[in-house]
């Protein structure tokens, strides 16, 4: 079950956290992975670790916010049936706290940035028979979190976005969903806490831990493991849907 084998799969942000651990699981489930990251260090070594460990990956360098990088990358690549967008960036602030040049930041790379994947390979997916999408979204688009205007907003795009790319593409049997993980311990984690926290990095990494109901933060393996169910074969009947992997957060945060 699961096997990825024969097919092509696309992943954005892939040098790092959540898009590397699902890049590194779709290869072990036998899929082509061609991995873009803005960081040309972090996707290439991404890409030489699952290579090293009897993969196959491809890595590119892109600026998913930059439409004309994302054509030349898809057009290098040719075919493809997967398409993961996992590149974003995060941002803390309130509506009066937000400054413009931060909003449109957030904005170009998670909403325009989406945007330009979708737009960009939907042609070729169109192609392939049958296809998946999966869209990296967050709690953040559906329930309120402190601190997190500008990226609740984005987040609520990519989900808006998910639900009408599902509806649009069904006769050409491409499927699409999205994800929304609450606190995942990524590498990014560690740094904004390590940031904004110095000195109190133990305290406040067990404060994010227990804000989910569960306990603990989510792996970047576990959110993987939900990408690779989407987008295999098995997951066929599934379309339109957006599926939380949050600890509880969503419904028992109570």
Known sequence: MFSLTHKHALITGAGSGIGKAIAELFAKQGAVVHLLDLNETAVVQTAT????????????????????????????????????????????????????????????????????????????LKKQGAAAILNVASIAACVGISDRFAYSMSKGAVYAMSLSVA?????????????????????????????????????????????????RMGTVEEVAALALYLCSDEAGFITGNDYPIDGGFIKLNN
Do not use: W
């Open 49 to 124: 670790g699952i290579n090293l460990n009897g993969g196959e990956a491809f890595s590119y360098t892109c600026n998913v916010s930059d439409q004309a990088e994302v054509a030349a990358v898809m057009n290098a690549i040719g075919a493809f049936s997967i398409l993961v967008n996992c590149a974003g960036i995060a941002h803390v602030g309130k509506a009066d706290t937000t400054s413009e040049a931060d909003f449109d930041k957030i904005y170009q790379v998670n909403v325009k940035g989406t945007y330009n994947c979708l737009h960009c390979a939907l042609p070729i």
């Open 167 to 215: 509806r649009d593409y069904m006769a050409d049997h491409i499927r699409c969903n999205s994800i929304s993980p609450a606190r995942i311990h990524t590498p990014f984690v560690d740094g904004f806490i390590a940031k904004n926290y110095p000195g109190q990095e133990s305290e406040i990494f067990e404060k994010l831990s227990k804000s989910q109901p569960i306990g």
